[in-house]
């Protein structure tokens, strides 16, 4: 495994990482999960994310457990809030009550004293930044979080971020976690320059477009037990089935198999180029996809070869 800076911190995460998002807690079955985090910290991943709202805590609570056999300074492990995790009217959004309150019961659930990072899962405009930032700035000096970071926000929401937090002397947040991939490149005009300013490190979700970027929907098959097969979570991954999408992904699998590497080799390489990504969020339903995607950290792409990948994308 390779390992980078996470922005301008000195905290060192792997290059592929391994999230919860639409499978721990719901599609795969806690054995198989508890596997699949096993072989990843195996191959040195030490990386793992989560998030309050996946699966009402399942997720958390499965990634948590399968993680606490190792020693607890060996992994940086994630969480966030903002999504409703209740009916009440503050059971939703970055006030002050809300964060405190979800970073407490995740704690509670993942059995941890802190967590490596806490994320603003989404920008709250009912909420002023300053108590957002504040509150988080409290509970890291409670050393019940050690990195604040945000999640989707745009370059404008970052930059207010920074100057509320150098305003107030408060932690300023290190790292965005966004989607970024060969078919989703939005950070790349705005985001990305606003965050390499500030010293704010990417997490990219998504990196293979929900697997849109392994090639297994050729000429729009849905093959049975895939993603797009499931309809309690492909509402993310229909609108990317189209003629368009196919094509492209046809021709980047021409290339991978021209380097003799795999297309989602290919795709996690082409994301990992990019200096101001820290780590390549990958979601994995079993031990051999986690295999299969660390080789990437060893594929070097060619100018030549970039140069045709963007010919490609367009």
């Known amino acids: 495994m390779k390992y980078r800076r996470l922005g301008r911190t000195g905290l060192k995460v792997s290059e592929i990482s391994l999230g919860s998002w ?8 806690d054995n198989i999960a508890e596997r699949t985090i096993h072989k ?7 990386f793992f994310d989560s998030a309050n709202v996946y699966e009402r805590g399942e997720g958390e609570r499965v990634m948590a457990q399968a993680l606490k056999e190792y020693p607890r300074e060996s992994y940086v492990i994630t969480t966030k809030a903002f999504w409703p995790m209740g009916e009440g009217p503050n059971d939703r959004g970055l006030s002050r ?10 704690l509670k659930r993942m059995n941890l004293d802190y967590v490596d990072i806490f994320y603003c899962h989404r920008y709250d405009p009912e909420t ?31 930059e207010e971020a920074m ?4 305003k107030f ?23 990305i320059p606003v965050s390499e300013k500030y010293g704010v490190g990417q997490v990219v979700f998504s990196p293979l477009a929900q697997g849109v970027l392994t090639g297994k929907y050729k000429g729009g098959q849905v093959p049975q037990g895939s993603r797009a097969s499931n309809e309690s979570i492909n509402n993310f991954i229909t609108g990317m089935l189209n003629e368009d999408v196919f094509t492209k992904v046809g021709q980047l699998e021409q290339i991978a198999s021209e380097l003799e590497i795999t297309l989602p080799e290919l795709a996690l390489a082409w994301i990992l180029r990019q200096p101001n990504v820290a780590s390549a969020l990958i979601g994995a339903s079993k031990p051999e996809q986690v295999e299969q995607n660390v080789k990437a950290i060893d594929v070097s792409l060619s100018a030549e070869v970039q140069a045709k990948i963007e010919e490609i994308l367009g």
Do not use: F
């Open 22 to 29: 639409l499978t721990y807690g719901k599609t795969v079955e």
């Open 163 to 166: 100057r509320v937090a150098d």
């Open 169 to 191: 002397l408060l932690d300023r947040i290190v790292v965005n976690q966004p989607v970024y991939n060969m078919l989703n490149r939005y950070i790349e005009k705005e985001v």
């Open 40 to 46: 990843a910290y195996e191959l040195g991943i030490n």
């Open 128 to 158: 002023p930044v300053e108590e957002t930032l504040r509150t988080i700035d409290d509970l890291i000096r409670q050393g019940k979080i050690l990195y604040a970071g945000v999640s989707e926000w745009s370059a404008a929401q970052i």
């Open 97 to 106: 009550k809300h964060v405190t309150e979800q970073l407490h019961a995740s």
